[in-house]
């Protein structure tokens, strides 16, 4: 897919990650990164693939998903806009640890790893950052192994729905009300099955704290389902 017209530089800045460069380290990635588009449905890359880029999100959401052993697939996160992925296998040489789908059209700003390594170097601000991201990331998948390991279900999907309710773009002053996510989707999050998501929703919506309506998700009771997500 062609680059021109597009400005490498600036979907760069659009990513806090890349906001910790200065205009000199921005220019040099742009120079020598390449956009990809990918369509609906499209595998990015898949799980023990060879890294050697690191893609920041331009436009549109991706989906990151890990196989069980059982079979199943298990989702890590969805990314979107401004967010940036891939940065384990780029930093460590090694294989991918997790498949990446894309669940919308998307654009991504794609950057090789000896680029971004030679530029690791020369800005250290910029390794801090991304240092940070990782750490960000350490501590959900920790929280995410505490959920499984010692919460019951309904206190893991009310934790979760909070949780999408304030993902980008809304925020957690300004939480979005409906989530179009279906209960198979839910249940891959937490590590469960639809039929026992169904029943829990099910519940919850004869007591007034979610509606379930014409495929989306609405949350009528924040303030009951945050009791649930802190409840011991």
Do not use: Y
């Not at 992925?85 to 789908?101: C, H, K």
Request: charged share 25%; with cysteine; glycine share 8%.
């Amino acid at each position: 897919m062609s680059d021109i017209g597009v400005d490498k530089e600036k979907l760069l800045g659009q990513s806090l990650v890349f906001q910790a460069l200065d205009n000199e380290g921005r220019r040099r990635l742009a120079a020598f990164a390449h956009v990809k588009r990918f369509a609906a449905g499209e595998t990015i890359f898949d799980m023990g693939e060879p890294g050697s880029s690191m893609m920041a999100i331009a436009e549109g959401t991706v989906r990151v998903e890990l196989a069980t052993s059982g079979g199943k697939d298990v989702i890590l996160a969805e990314l979107r806009a401004g967010d940036v992925f891939g940065e384990i296998a780029l930093l460590d040489g090694g294989d991918r640890s997790a498949s990446v789908r894309s669940i919308s059209n998307s654009t991504l700003v794609v950057l090789e790893r000896r680029v971004l390594l030679d530029v690791l170097q020369r800005h250290p601000q910029f390794s801090i950052r991304l240092i940070e991201l990782l750490c960000r990331r350490v501590r959900r998948s920790d929280e995410r192994m505490m959920e499984v390991a010692f919460m019951d279900l309904p206190q893991r999907l009310a934790r979760l729905l909070l949780r999408l309710s304030a993902a980008s773009p809304a925020s957690a002053e300004a939480p979005q009300a409906r989530l179009s996510l279906s209960q198979s989707e839910l249940a891959r999050m937490i590590g469960n099955t639809r039929e026992n998501v169904n029943r829990c929703l099910r519940k919850w919506q004869e007591g007034g704290l979610v509606e379930l309506k014409d495929g989306w998700l609405v949350l009528q009771n924040r303030s009951a389902l945050s009791s649930l997500a802190e409840s011991e």
